[in-house]
Antibody, heavy 119, light 107 residues
Framework: QVTLKESGPGILQPSQTLSLTCTFSGFSLSTYGMGVGWIRQPSGKGLEWLANIWWDDDKYYNPSLKNRLTISKDTSNNQAFLKITNVDTADTATYYCARINYGGPFDYWGQGVMVTVSS | DIQMTQSPSSLPASLGERVTISCRAS??????LNWYQQKPDGTIKPLIYYTSNLQSGVPSRFSGSGSGTDYSLTISSLEPEDFAMYYCQQDASFPNTFGAGTKLELK
């Protein structure tokens, strides 16, 4: 059974760095073709893809976030991470992680974690 | 970036009705089009991948079609659990992009 769960700080201040963790089970990020992606959704708005990391440590980022993103993984502990530097109120959103099998859709999603940026 | 234009943004419908949601890409995406459903509690699940392939466990009343820049999701006979938000997503190129969503609501 594949499950994913996001965790984060809940609230942080502008200019800080947001660190998110995706803890998953039921698959391994060392398996050929496996990947994890991060997607966010501001309240009442649509979905925005942020980044993907693959089994071979290949990484893809959304250029709209202008080098503020870093995605990484810890294969031994079945976790993936996303850091967003220099946050502002526009980064307030629910952040989802999701599994992706190469060539397929995001086929399993976490429940999402809400992050608020506020001074 | 490839822009995904989804329509309608809101779709009132009745139980048992057949409905179609459309998604248009700003350039050809070679059938690399997925559909997702989001429930009010935020839960997201995939429905259709690569235009017309039904994700495992998804009822057969859901179907997808399209080519080039124009794609659609059809629900043949609405069930109570189908009233939700629907999003298309292109993964033909990075950055992957989503449509703005369609809210399927009970008429």
């Amino acid at each position: 059974q594949v499950t994913l769960k996001e965790s984060g700080p809940g609230i942080l201040q502008p200019s800080q760095t947001l660190s998110l963790t995706c803890t998953f089970s039921g698959f391994s990020l060392s398996t050929y073709g496996m990947g994890v992606g991060w997607i966010r959704q501001p309240s009442g708005k649509g979905l925005e893809w942020l980044a993907n990391i693959w089994w071979d440590d290949d990484k893809y980022y959304n250029p709209s976030l202008k080098n503020r993103l870093t995605i990484s993984k810890d294969t031994s502990n079945n976790q993936a991470f996303l850091k967003i530097t220099n946050v502002d109120t526009a980064d307030t959103a629910t952040y989802y992680c999701a599994r992706i099998n190469y060539g397929g859709p995001f086929d399993y999603w976490g429940q999402g974690v809400m992050v608020t940026v506020s001074s | 970036d490839i822009q995904m234009t989804q329509s309608p943004s809101s779709l009132p419908a009745s139980l048992g009705e057949r409905v179609t949601i459309s998604c248009r890409a700003s350039q050809g995406i070679s059938n690399n089009l997925n559909w997702y459903q989001q429930k009010p509690d935020g839960t997201i699940k995939p429905l259709i991948y690569y235009t017309s392939n039904l994700q495992s466990g998804v009822p057969s009343r859901f179907s997808g079609s399209g080519s080039g820049t124009d794609y659609s999701l059809t629900i043949s006979s609405l069930e109570p659990e189908d009233f939700a938000m629907y999003y298309c997503q292109q993964d033909a190129s990075f950055p992957n992009t989503f449509g703005a969503g369609t809210k399927l609501e009970l008429k």
